[in-house]
């Protein structure tokens, strides 16, 4: 079983459309993180979980809602996206203050917006 | 701002050649360094990492070492293999105690041909 679970692997919305991407962690870790992926561009961090808490944002839509109810979950709500917004989209955790900071990722959602 | 540069792909190999894969990065103080994976349709996988200076990372034949005096950590492989085709970032965290999120080069995509 891997280490950060993202759920669901592959989702088409409509421009109109509500819906929510999950990812969990079972590593013990305090920090999450969500990233875009697209075609032929570097990662792009998106937003940053510290102890539950929102430590990061870097100038992402209001189109994109984060949440983070404890250590362990962090959902990424989408309504209205454009098609510029097809990526995939990585979940990825990591733990602070003990000399190992290395980011374990999810198998990321395939997001596809039409 | 710490950044990654990593040599621009694609790279294209034959079975049983060998790989490097050029890494530098801009950093302040002794930021850890790392290697990550990304096979088609796939999250990252972390490959290998180098916390100080001369520490060489190895992994499943990989290997990489971390230079401060020429601030590089480049990636090599002595005899590639078609399963080694894949999506490869080069990325730095900076102080360990820190929850700050890693930094990426832009990948480098391999193909290896039989």
């Known amino acids: 079983e891997t280490g950060v679970t993202q759920t669901p692997r592959h989702l088409v919305m409509g421009m109109t459309n509500k819906k929510s991407l999950k990812c969990e962690q079972h590593?013990?870790?305090?920090?999450m993180y969500w990233y875009k992926q697209s075609a032929k561009k570097p990662l792009e961090l998106m937003f940053v979980y510290n102890f539950k808490e929102q430590t990061e944002n870097n100038s992402v839509p209001s189109r994109f809602s984060p949440e983070c109810p404890n250590s362990s979950h962090l959902f990424l709500h989408l309504h209205t996206l454009q098609p510029e917004d097809s990526a995939l989209y990585l979940c990825?955790?990591?733990?602070?203050?003990?000399?190992?900071?290395?980011?374990?990722f999810g198998q990321g959602t395939r997001l596809t917006v039409v | 701002g710490d950044s990654v540069t990593q040599m621009e792909g694609p790279v294209t190999l034959s079975e049983e050649a060998f790989l490097t894969i050029n890494c530098t990065y801009t950093a302040t103080g002794y930021p850890s360094l790392f290697w990550y994976v990304q096979y088609p349709g796939e999250g990252l996988q972390l490959l290998l990492k180098?916390?100080?200076?001369?520490d060489k990372g190895s992994n499943k034949g990989f290997e990489a070492t971390y230079r401060k005096e020429t601030t590089s950590f480049h990636l090599e492989k002595g005899s590639v293999q078609v399963s080694d085709s894949a999506v490869y970032f080069c990325?730095?965290?900076?102080?360990?105690?820190?929850?700050?999120?890693?930094?990426f080069g832009s990948g480098t995509q391999l193909t290896v041909l039989p």
């Open positions: 180098a916390t100080k200076a001369d």
């Open positions: 990325a730095l965290s900076p102080h360990p105690s820190s929850a700050r999120q890693l930094t």
């Open positions: 590593l013990g870790h305090n920090a």
């Open positions: 990825a955790s990591s733990q602070a203050g003990q000399g190992n900071t290395e980011a374990f």
